[in-house]
Nanobody, 124 residues
Framework: QVQLVESGGGLVQAGGSLRLSCAAS????????MGWFRQAPGKEREIVAA????????YYAASVKGRFTISRDNAKSTVFLQMNSLKPEDTAVYYC?????????????????WGQGTQVTVSS
């Protein structure tokens, strides 16, 4: 399995930006499809964005499309989530996830390894 550590969360005002990072260690990073999920209090964990092994194929949830960008740097074994035009409803714990198999995943069951999460709070 791959070990994942997220960073970059914090408190930001509505309309602001944050960049989350997820550093991976363990097996070959480029063999994994990656994803970002989030979970707000009292809600189920939901996918935010996903990216395939090369970065050439991505997926975004409708609620973040056009505001968030997922990317990866395989040389640095890191995946990023650039979040712009943040809204209070984006407040959640954000999790990085990896899946064996280099393609996209869309639900929690598609992913094999998870980070510990990083809190993102957007104030109105």
């Amino acid at each position: 399995q791959v070990q994942l550590v997220e960073s970059g969360g914090g408190l930001v005002q509505a309309g602001g930006s944050l960049r989350l990072s997820c550093a991976a260690s363990g097996r070959t990073f480029s063999s994994y499809g990656m994803g970002w999920f989030r979970q707000a209090p009292g809600k189920e964990r939901e996918i935010v964005a996903a990216i395939n092994w090369s970065g050439g194929n991505t997926y975004y949830a409708a609620s973040v499309k056009g505001r968030f960008t997922i990317s990866r740097d395989n040389a640095k074994s890191t995946v990023f989530l650039q979040m712009n035009s943040l809204k209070p409803e984006d407040t959640a714990v954000y999790y990085c996830a990896a899946r064996v198999g280099s393609g996209l995943g869309f639900k929690t069951a598609d992913f094999d390894s998870w980070g510990q999460g990083t809190q993102v709070t957007v104030s109105s």
